[in-house]
């Protein structure tokens, strides 16, 4: 398979270190709100690729995270009377049912910041004994320039434009905290380096490692996250190991509204359960598969509704298809479809290539054309249900 790998900006074939197994880690949400269908975008490719692999005969293991130390979340917390960890418990509640409305298969673990402070004061100590991390007062900074400079993702030039943030008692202006004095009583922690808690960059590599290993297979999130998060958190990694974190880091684009990203914090959001008011949730998934995971999708009711045809019209492609049962073989027809619908997936996961595919064969089995032999249709709709997760019925 190839995959476009962020590191080389190139699509590059898929190898992972041990044969037949893949070690993934995916960021998950920050849990101080509902999900929207841009977090749904990305679990759902996500799940995509994970499905393709194991169809293909790998064993996919993959570790979540769930962000339940922020400031948004004391936050939120306090308007709502409530504890931080009660407000992330409803959240992650309500992950799971959104996800799990759009056949999103579960990861095999999840884990939780608030879990993992003694491993990242860990990690905050050996890299201070390895003078790449200072003090400053009761915050610790990681040395960007000490540990080597950026580059693993992006150049630090890059960098340069998009963190504009200095602060007094950082050495760099792109130093960043591995570990913050004070906060809130419910969301600080006493350790020997000191109360506090821990930034967000840390987080995710004292997780990823713990369960995964050194050096991951994919790593993936979302484009906002290549810098500044992938970016430190790939710094951090190798600090500590001298290896790459991750062999294969992938983003997927954004889903946008009027053409800006949609976020929780920006508030221009459609959540995952408003928009399953109105549209099958088969409909939602199918439509945020409608194109590749690089591109962008600018979500509208009017691309729902036609999405919805398309939807009801691979359901009757798959109940013809099904209709004489298996063993009639498979035509040269369904081979030429196959071959293009796997094709597709097998080039960087190209779902929109693929749907199209199905789309197209649907129309010609429900008619459009009487004269070919569509023995062994069944199953390319078996993929469609098994590798994209769209579930055909009626
Ligand atoms: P957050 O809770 O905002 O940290 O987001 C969790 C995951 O969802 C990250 O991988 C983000 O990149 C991704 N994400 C957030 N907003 C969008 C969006 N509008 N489109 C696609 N992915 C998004
Ligand atoms: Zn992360």
């Avoid at 995959?3 to 849990?31: D, H, L, M, W």
């Avoid at 393709?52 to 293991?61: M, Q, S, V």
């Avoid at 950026?150 to 130093?175: H, Q």
């Amino acid at each position: 398979m190839l995959v476009y790998n962020t590191k080389t900006r190139t699509k590059e074939e898929f190898i992972p270190q041990r044969s037949g197994e893949v070690r993934a880690y995916i960021c998950g949400p920050t849990v101080y709100d509902y999900c929207h269908i841009g977090h749904a975008r990305t679990y759902i490719n996500f799940d995509v690729l994970r499905r393709y692999l194991e169809a293909t005969g790998y064993d996919f293991i993959h570790v979540q995270n769930f962000t339940d130390v922020d400031d948004k979340i004391t936050k939120r917390a306090a308007e709502r009377g409530m504890t931080p960890i009660q407000l992330s418990d409803e959240f992650i509640e309500e992950y799971f049912r959104d996800m799990d409305a759009l056949n999103v298969k579960r990861a095999s673990r999840y884990t939780r910041a608030s879990d993992y402070i003694g491993k990242i004061v860990e990690i905050t100590e050996r890299l201070m004994a390895k003078g790449i991390a200072y003090r400053s007062g009761g915050t610790v900074y990681f040395d960007v320039e000490g540990a080597g400079g950026f580059g693993e993702l992006v150049s630090g030039i890059e960098g340069a434009v998009t963190d504009p943030i200095m602060s007094l008692g950082k050495r760099g202006p792109f130093d960043f905290v591995l570990w913050r004095e004070g906060g809130a009583a419910e969301q600080s922690w006493d350790s020997r380096i000191g109360r506090g808690r821990p930034g967000w960059h840390t987080e995710c590599v004292a997780m990823a490692m713990d369960s995964l290993g050194e050096v991951l297979d994919i790593h993936w999130g979302g484009m906002d996250l290549i810098y500044p998060h992938h970016e430190c958190s790939a710094l951090v990694a190798r600090a500590i190991t001298g290896k790459p974190f991750a062999r294969y880091w992938m983003h997927n684009n954004f889903v946008t509204l009027s053409g800006e990203k949609m976020s929780k914090s920006a508030g221009n959001t459609a959540y995952i359960r408003d928009v399953l008011e109105g549209f099958r949730a088969e409909v939602l998934r199918t439509y945020l598969l409608s194109k590749g995971y690089r591109e962008r999708i600018d979500y509208s009711e009017a691309g729902m509704e036609r999405m919805e045809k398309t939807y009801d019209l691979m359901v009757e492609g798959a109940a013809e298809a099904r209709k004489g049962g298996g063993g009639a073989g498979v035509s040269s027809c369904i081979k030429e479809y196959a071959d293009a619908f796997f094709g597709a997936l097998d080039d960087d996961l190209e779902t929109g290539q693929a749907l199209a595919v199905v789309e197209r064969l649907s129309w010609e089995i429900t008619g459009g054309a009487p004269d070919k032999d569509f023995a062994g249709a069944s199953r390319i709709y078996d993929a469609v249900e098994g590798v994209l997760g769209i579930r055909l019925r009626r």
